[in-house]
């Protein structure tokens, strides 16, 4: 049954005009989908995902973003087996499609669970701490990032349909802006079935979202300042889209994700029978076998030290035997096809162009036996290593990259050879390193790190929780330098500002706290009868303080402290000691004598909606207490945030002074408040 790519726009599912395009399996090569996006009203699109859904994302909170984002992770794993059940089409094995489907969801649960746990429950979002600019205090500045309000353009691969829709849509819709979605066709059906799921889970706000079952047309005319376009594909695609007159133009982000000669290192230390030697050699093979080599941050180049580079190529070759080519859906085969004929076709030619500086030690570039299916019908290849002896006297294996199951095995001299050739792919999405040696590492990484998104280092220790060279983490930079793009997507909260402006706010304390909705130095600091310890999460105001009574440190007080929690210093022990030292005049309190004693000034012990104290936040000590002196503390709410239906946490600006009105000590205070009494 062949399904047809339908386009969502403007809140409607609508066909293409004209004669729809074909696509056609990678096992069988019979033709499963088919559609187009000729006749779109790209312009309408545009304006209907600014007009309508920028205004109700913006009108959101992060919170409610970040549970909107978990609501589309749930109603994706409820349907998965109907995504994994397309993903067959696409060459994938179960594995590749768990990686795809539960991967992309998975990184829409790390990005609402970060949301929640690290974004304000706010639409605004500070950025760094206040900067003081008057002499007296009264004009501050501060950064703070808002949702643009514009649209997203995210042009996608077809190596991974779901998660490369997931991972670009999860930090955009945080963000709080609507995204246009424009999968690769030739594994459109399985994008446009998950994106159907997401539509269809009834949690989107109108124009929130909408699909490009085809080309984008003459979407780019229409672009604006306000819009992002975010890109996976190739160097000449990126080049050729970043050129577009209204990409210059009008200034338009443009995030790019593209060609990338990714490599992996063997350490001068890991010798054959090391457990890092097996470990790279497992390492390299699975990277050249996992989506059929089909991955944008799959290991083609592998360097090991020249002594080793024969039993490094032996191990390989046989790790690499036990491949099994063949039907996704066969028992026993562990590497499916490529994504079509036509990537066929394109990795042979590379690999040929490859073959004529690397000599090709494993594989048949032209044949591969095919277990459960036939091979001339689908897109199967062998894996292929290739081995170049000379890494210098090569160019190829450094700027042409055989999107498949392809890799080069080659030597280096020592370490700094090892940087430079890693280096020599001129910028790349992920690297690995396989060492025991600490001083290694540290050296290597500060020398390659500049030209590379991501390094991880894998040994004996790490190696059972590592996630390996090639897989995205969402909580982690995804992009890299020089020909991979210069973009990152993903970061955590970092992805999120992609989709963001930074603006330097300027103004009174006063009113700038009224803005970001956060207690900031030097804003009013109201006071009232009843202790803030007694009021619940709802009636605690923004910059509602406490001041205490001020309270006498004795040298008895000094002495009890000591002996009752060991902590005998000789600041706050010995008086000849102490007043050598440059920072006390004598002997001086304990700093967490005098936080235990601004505790008891300005906790109201009884049962009430203070359920914990779950800590405390930037401590500073700023001037010794000597005894005989006294304190007392201003305790002021700074912030909210809601944590669950029961509770929320409340950030408290802590600041302690002496009897002379100079600050002692500063620090924020996290306690979780219920919601009623």
Request: glycine share 10%; with cysteine; net charge negative.
């Amino acid at each position: 049954m062949i399904s047809t790519l339908l386009n969502y726009a403007r809140g409607a599912w609508v066909a293409g005009a004209g004669a729809p395009a074909p696509v056609r399996s990678a096992v069988t090569g019979e033709v499963v989908a088919q559609g187009g996006s000729a006749g779109l009203d790209f312009g309408g699109m545009l304006h209907h995902a600014r007009t309508v859904g920028s205004p109700a994302l913006r009108a959101m909170t992060f919170h409610a973003r970040a549970r909107m984002i978990k609501a589309l992770a749930e109603a994706v794993m409820a349907r998965k087996e109907e995504l994994y059940t397309l993903s067959w089409f696409t060459g994938a094995t179960r594995t590749d499609g768990w990686i795809d489907i539960e991967g992309g969801a998975g990184t829409l649960f790390t990005t609402a669970s970060k949301g929640r746990r690290e974004l304000p429950d706010d639409t605004i979002l500070i950025d760094g701490d206040v900067e003081p600019i008057g002499r007296r205090g009264t004009f501050i500045g501060q950064h703070v990032y808002t949702s643009l309000q514009g649209a997203a353009l995210h042009i996608n691969a077809y190596n991974f349909p779901v998660w490369g829709m997931l991972e670009k849509l999860g930090p955009t819709l945080l963000a709080g802006v609507p995204a246009i979605v424009k999968p690769a066709s030739a594994t459109a059906y399985v994008a446009v079935a998950a994106f159907r799921i997401m539509i269809e889970s009834g949690v989107l706000p109108e124009g929130a979202l909408q699909l490009i079952s085809g080309s984008v047309g003459d979407l780019f005319d229409h672009l604006t300042g306000q819009d992002v376009v975010s890109f996976t594909g190739s160097a000449d695609t990126a080049a050729k889209l970043q050129s577009h007159p209204a990409i210059v133009r009008e200034a338009v982000r443009f995030v790019a994700e593209r060609d990338s000669l990714n490599a992996s290192v063997l350490g001068p230390d890991a010798a054959p029978g090391s457990p890092e030697f097996d470990l790279f050699v497992k390492e390299v093979a699975a990277e050249m076998t996992t989506k059929a080599g089909q991955k944008c941050t799959a290991i083609r180049r592998a360097f090991v030290p020249a002594a080793h580079l024969d039993a490094a190529e032996e191990a390989l070759r046989a790790r690499l035997a036990k491949v099994v080519v063949g039907d996704p859906q066969a028992e026993g085969v562990t590497m499916g096809a490529l994504v079509s004929r036509a990537q066929l076709d394109d990795v042979r030619a590379r690999a040929r162009e490859l073959s004529k500086e690397a000599r090709l030690v494993f594989g048949d570039i032209d044949h591969v036996e095919v277990t459960g299916a036939a091979a001339a019908s689908g897109a199967f290849i062998s894996p292929l290593l290739f081995r170049a002896d000379d890494p210098w006297a090569c160019e190829r294996v450094h700027h042409l990259e055989a999107f498949g199951p392809v890799a080069t095995l080659m030597p280096y001299r020592d370490l700094d050879d090892a940087v430079a050739l890693a280096n020599h792919g001129k910028g790349s999405l992920a690297l690995s390193l396989f060492t025991y040696d600490p001083a290694i590492a540290r050296r290597f990484i500060l020398g390659a790190a500049a030209f590379h998104g991501r390094i991880v280092t894998i040994d004996r220790d790490c190696a059972r929780e590592s996630t390996g060279h090639g897989s995205p983490l969402p909580m982690l930079v995804h992009g890299g330098p020089g020909r991979a793009g210069g973009g990152e997507e993903m970061g955590g909260v970092r992805g999120v500002k992609h989709y963001m402006q930074r603006s330097a706010l300027q103004g009174s304390p006063r009113t700038l706290a009224a803005v970001v909705n956060r207690w900031l130095p030097g804003a009013p600091q109201p006071t009232g009868g009843v202790h803030p310890f007694r009021m619940t999460y709802g009636e605690l105001e923004i910059g509602t303080t406490l001041n205490t009574a001020p309270r006498t440190i004795t040298l008895e007080d000094i002495e009890h402290f000591a002996a009752f929690t060991g902590d005998t210093f000789y600041a706050h022990m010995d008086e000849a000691a102490a007043a050598a030292n440059p920072f006390f005049p004598g002997r001086v309190a304990h700093g967490y004598l005098i936080l235990s004693f601004a505790a008891g000034l300005f906790v109201d012990p009884a049962a009430g909606p203070v359920l914990a104290n779950t800590g405390l936040d930037n401590l500073r000590f700023l001037k010794p207490v000597s005894p005989g002196q006294s304190i007392q503390v201003a305790l002021t709410v700074k912030a909210k945030t809601p944590r669950t239906a029961e509770y929320g946490e409340v950030r408290w600006a802590v600041a302690v002074t002496d009897s002379a009105g100079d600050p002692v000590a500063t620090y924020e205070l996290l306690t979780m408040n219920s919601y009623g009494r």
